[in-house]
């Protein structure tokens, strides 16, 4: 009998410990399990994909007008068979500007690109992971991070699509739903807004999706806690965030009534 209790026990050590180790180091897995997703991204030159070379010309436009001393960058004067044109004030402009640090560095525009949707994809579940891992146990937010990289519609956004500026709007979800559980002080107000900003540089069609997704959010919560806090601290933390986002919302707003498309 004392040999199995002490077996049990060594068990349970066992058990305990492995546990204890996963507790700290699932994240790493995370990230070890996202590198499948973004193997063919380590392959030389850039591939063929519907908006990926776009992106990849104007990555090298935005570089060479930044170059120029154009901060905020908005005008392209290579593009449109060298006439130039007002390209970045209705682009995102989120992609480029993390892209001009990277070629800084000697990176081409087409591998800063690359570049950007691994670090983003890597970022996206290592996020997801964290955020889930506040709720359930940590097996399951392993699922829930890998689910949430490899749906689908996010291998199509990378491999055929090649929208990068779609493939980083993925980092904003988790972010978004940590924030507005988190909104107890001004701090966690300021840091909320300075997720919105940058979400409202990043893609025009996901900000629209993730700003209805947020206050339908919100709205969940003031239901839940049975107060209009929630509401109340995440708009003001969506306020700040547009007018920090406004450089790039106020002119693409007025000045698209100048465009025919």
């Known amino acids: 009998k004392e040999g199995i209790r002490k077996k049990r026990i060594a068990t349970r050590m066992m058990r305990s410990g492995y546990n204890d180790f996963m507790k700290r180091f699932t994240i790493i897995i995370v990230l070890l399990l996202s590198l499948f997703g973004i193997a063919d991204l380590f392959k030389p030159g850039f591939y063929s994909s519907h908006d990926g070379l776009g992106h990849v010309i104007r990555m090298e436009e935005f570089y060479q007008a930044f170059n120029d001393g154009q901060i905020p960058v908005r005008w392209s004067k290579r593009l449109y068979f060298g006439y130039g044109y007002p390209f970045f004030n209705f682009n995102y402009p989120s992609i480029y500007y993390f892209g001009v640090p990277l070629m800084k560095i000697g990176l081409s525009a087409a591998d800063a690109m690359k570049a950007e949707m691994m670090l983003t994809f890597v970022a996206s579940g290592g996020l997801m992971f964290l955020y889930l891992r506040r709720k359930v146990r940590w097996q399951v937010a392993v699922l829930g991070a890998a689910l949430y990289l490899y749906a689908p519609y996010r291998m199509s956004n990378i491999y055929v699509r090649g ?3 779609e493939a980083m709007a993925f980092i904003f979800p988790p972010l978004l739903l940590w924030g507005a559980e988190s909104l107890d002080n001004i701090r966690s107000v300021l840091w909320l807004s300075l997720v919105i900003s940058l979400m409202g540089i990043s893609h025009n069609i996901s900000t629209l999706l993730l700003s209805a997704f947020f206050f339908g959010y919100l709205g969940f919560l003031s239901l839940v806690k049975k107060s209009l806090w929630p509401v109340a601290k995440g708009s003001l933390a ?19 009534q100048w465009t025919c498309l």
Do not use: C, H
């Not at 969506?238 to 698209?256: N, Q, R, S, T």
């Open 238 to 256: 969506f306020g700040l965030g547009i007018l920090m986002a406004a450089f790039f919302i106020v002119p693409d707003l007025y000045e698209k």
């Open 163 to 165: 929208s990068v500026a």
